[in-house]
């Protein structure tokens, strides 16, 4: 990515959003930063859209804004299918910054598989559009062989039942 | 039932019991305000840290045949409004009857 497209993303952005967006850090791993060049070929808005003040980070006002464009969407297929274990979190790996995101990847470290973890804190475009494009609306989201699984509850039983160990097994000698 | 702006009024762990109930006729349906355990977390910062995490059982016949990942969809599709305006994260235990009757 290059200063110039950066430059591009920060001022579409602040068209678009007044409110809860910040301008995006430079990400910390290759595969986020593959995901965010779709940012300034973003489509315009068909339909006029109000500035709000400033919401809390929890009232996202997205409701007649989908964040999941075809680029978006196609880099995120890439990534769940070319990785067999893929965990969209908060924080990273090595310092998960939410319990249930942290306990997924325990689960996942005990069992000393090879996974890729992607943090949503870091991008909140991201965030939004992994929402829509998991039609789940929590984090962390586990993906297996490019397959939706669960968020932690969901890993947590099937730790408990054996059946993660399981789908793992087979995961990772398909 | 009650108008949207007496619904409101409701606290959310009511609102979410209504709603939950009347669509899954839960035959049992339980509730829990964690919130508290989560206000110092990292996303939390600059929120009141309240009613925004929530522990939920759900016995409903209305879970039978569904597999676990579409059990929670129809939670979160019902609690789409709550999700939308500062409801953060719920864990949900989500059974049909024989699955309880059945340990």
Redesign the interface.
């Known amino acids: 990515m290059s200063c110039a497209c950066g430059v591009k993303a920060i001022r579409l952005q602040v068209q678009l959003h007044t409110c809860s967006l910040r301008p995006p850090r430079a990400p910390p791993s290759q595969m986020l930063s593959a995901l965010t060049p779709s940012l300034p070929s973003m489509p315009k808005l068909l339909f006029p859209y109000k500035p709000q003040p400033r919401p809390t980070l929890a009232t996202a006002p997205l409701r007649c804004f989908s964040a999941l464009t075809p680029e978006l969407k196609s880099t995120l297929d890439k990534v769940i299918t070319s990785n067999k274990v893929v965990l969209f979190m908060k924080g990273t790996k090595e310092l998960p910054q939410c319990g249930f995101s942290s306990t997924v990847v325990q689960i996942l470290k005990s069992f000393n598989v090879p996974f890729e973890t992607i943090n949503v804190l870091e991008n909140d475009l991201l965030r939004q559009a992994l929402k829509e494009y998991s039609s789940w609306p929590t984090f962390p989201q586990l993906y297996l062989d490019g397959e939706f699984f669960g968020g932690c509850d969901i890993t947590v039983e099937a730790y408990q039942s054996g059946e993660l160990q399981e789908l793992l097994e087979k995961t990772m000698c398909s | 039932m009650a108008s949207r702006g007496a619904n409101m009024m409701l606290s959310r762990a009511n609102r979410i019991k209504t709603k939950l109930q009347s669509a899954l006729e839960a035959t049992v349906l339980e509730v829990e305000d964690v919130s508290y355990q989560?206000a110092g977390?990292?996303?939390?910062?600059?929120?009141s840290g309240q009613e925004?995490h929530f522990n939920l059982k759900i016995v409903s016949p209305k879970f039978d045949g569904q597999s676990?990942?579409k059990r929670?969809?129809m939670v979160?599709d019902l609690l789409?409004d709550e999700?939308?305006?500062?409801?953060?994260?719920?864990?949900?235990?989500a059974k049909t009857p024989q699955e309880t009757s059945a340990k």
């Open positions: 989560h977390h990292a996303a939390m910062k600059g929120t925004t676990l990942v929670h969809r979160y789409a999700l939308q305006s500062g409801l953060h994260a719920l864990s949900i235990v």
